[in-house]
């Protein structure tokens, strides 16, 4: 079974920076879709940035929302099925529980935020951002 687990995430002052890591074990796919998603208090989850890979070839697709363009960035670590979302220029606004999460296998349509394919989440990571 496929196994996410997140770290990271704590409490910084705004325009501080995070690191967050996702290893997703268990993973044999020759594509991965893994993907960051936040849950503001009171709010409905939201897409934050996603990776797709093909690993034989190396092709890397990315996805990210209006709100992080230009402050975050997610990228493959050097593990298989890892990945991290490096996060700049934090804001208030950013405050919110962070969850990883894989894809099942079969997946092969490119970085996305749809729920759908996102079959197995991580417990979450605290990000607190204060002004």
């Known amino acids: 079974q496929v196994h996410v687990v997140e770290s990271g995430g704590g409490s910084v002052q705004a325009g501080g920076s995070l690191r967050l890591s996702c290893t997703a074990s268990g993973v044999t796919d020759s594509s991965a879709l893994m993907g960051w998603f936040r849950q503001l208090p009171g709010k409905e989850r939201e897409g934050v940035a996603a990776l797709y890979t093909l690993r034989r070839t190396g092709y890397v697709s990315t996805k990210y929302a209006d709100f992080v363009k230009g402050r975050f960035t997610i990228s493959q670590d050097n593990a298989e099925n890892t990945v991290t979302l490096q996060m700049n220029s934090l804001q208030p606004g950013d405050t919110a529980t962070y969850y990883c999460?894989?894809?099942?296998?079969?997946?092969?349509?490119?970085?996305?935020?749809?729920?759908?394919?996102?079959?197995?989440w991580g417990q979450g990571v605290q990000v607190t951002v204060s002004s």
């Open positions: 999460a894989a894809s099942g296998s079969g997946y092969g349509q490119g970085a996305t935020f749809r729920p759908a394919p996102y079959l197995y």
